[in-house]
C-alpha cells in the first residue's frame, strides 16, 4: 500500500489532515487575510489616501507569509519522534499522506490571496477610510504605473511624456510573464519550507528561511555570471536616449525572468521529488 492510491482512502486523509489544518492554522489564516485590514484602518483614523501599491504589497506580503508559515504550523509535528508516529501509522499510502500534505500547504497562498483581494475590494466600497482605486491588476510594472498615475491624481502632476509612454511599453512587456513567474516562486517557496518542515525537527522555519536566502544567493550569481557572458546589461552607457535606455532594460528583465522560472522550475521539481522520498523514509 505504500506508493497506492485509492480515491475514498484518499478522501478520509484529507478530511484527518483538515481538521489538524483547522484546529493549527485557520486563526492565522484569518489574520494573514485581515493585513490590509490595518492599512484601511491606519487611513481612517489618519486621514489619508491609501496608493494600491502599497495595498498590492500587503497583499503579497500576506501570501508570501503563508508560504512561509503553513508547513511548520500546521504540519510541524509530523517528523517528531512522539507526536509523529500518529502520522506514520495513519491507514493510507505514502502517496496520499503526500498529496494531503502538499494539497493543504499550496492552497493556503492561494485561500490567502483571494480572501485578501475579496475584503481590500470591499473595504474600497466603503464611503469610508482611504482606499480609492480599486486593485485591477497584480502585475509589478502595472502596479508601479498605477501608483504612478494616483500620485499624478494628488499631485496634479502631468504624468504624460517621453519617460512615462517607454515605461508604459516595458511594463506591458514585463507583466505578460510576470503571473507565471509568481506562480513558480509560489510553487517552489511552498515546496521548500515543506521540505525544511521534515528536514530539521527545531527552528524549523528559521533553518529553511536561511536555506532559501543561500539558494537565492546562488542564482542570482549564476544569473549574474550568465548576463556578463552574454553582454546583457540592464542598462547601456554609450546610449542616452530613454527609449534605448528602457529597450536594454526590457531585454535584461525578460531574461532574469525566463532564468527565474528555469531555475526555479527545476528546483521545484528536485524539492517535490526529494519531499516524496523523505515521507517514504522517515524514520521515528
Not at 7 to 31: E, Q
Not at 38 to 43: F, I, K, R
Not at 161 to 187: C, P, T
Request: hydrophobic letters at 50%.
Amino acid at each position: 500500500m505504500n506508493n497506492t492510491f485509492n480515491f475514498n482512502r484518499f478522501g478520509k486523509v484529507l478530511a484527518a489532515d483538515g481538521r489538524k489544518y483547522y484546529r493549527n492554522f485557520s486563526i492565522t489564516v484569518a489574520i494573514l487575510s485581515s493585513l490590509t485590514l490595518v492599512l484601511w484602518l491606519l487611513t481612517l483614523v489618519f486621514s489619508f489616501t491609501m496608493p494600491t501599491f502599497v495595498r498590492w504589497g500587503m497583499i503579497y506580503l500576506a501570501v508570501a507569509l503563508a508560504c512561509i508559515m503553513v508547513p511548520a504550523k500546521a504540519f510541524g509535528d509530523i517528523n517528531l519522534q512522539r507526536e509523529g508516529i500518529r502520522f506514520a501509522m495513519m491507514p493510507a499510502s505514502n502517496l496520499e499522506k503526500f498529496l494531503s500534505y502538499a494539497f493543504f500547504c499550496l492552497l493556503t497562498p492561494v485561500v490567502v490571496f483571494f480572501l485578501s483581494w475579496g475584503l481590500d475590494s470591499l473595504l474600497t466600497a466603503l464611503p469610508l477610510g482611504g482606499y480609492s482605486h480599486y486593485i485591477k491588476s497584480f502585475g509589478i510594472m502595472e502596479s508601479v504605473q498605477n501608483f504612478a498615475m494616483e500620485m499624478g491624481e494628488m499631485t496634479e502632476a502631468d504624468m504624460v511624456g517621453d519617460d512615462y509612454e517607454a515605461f508604459q511599453a516595458f511594463s506591458g512587456k514585463f507583466d505578460s510573464g510576470y503571473l507565471f513567474s509568481h506562480i513558480v516562486r509560489i510553487v517552489f517557496t511552498v515546496g521548500l519550507f515543506m521540505f525544511g518542515n521534515l528536514l530539521f525537527k527545531t527552528h524549523k522555519t528559521a533553518k529553511t528561511l536561511a536555506c532559501m536566502i543561500g539558494i537565492s544567493y546562488v542564482i542570482t550569481m549564476l544569473m549574474q555570471s550568465y548576463f556578463l557572458s552574454r553582454g546583457i546589461y540592464p542598462w547601456q552607457h554609450e546610449v542616452n536616449t530613454a527609449s534605448m535606455d528602457m529597450e536594454s532594460l526590457t531585454n535584461y528583465t525578460t531574461h532574469a525572468m525566463l532564468l527565474g522560472i528555469i531555475f526555479r522550475s527545476l528546483l521545484a521539481v528536485a524539492l517535490y521529488v526529494g519531499l516524496f522520498f523523505k515521507l517514504k523514509t522517515q524514520k521515528y
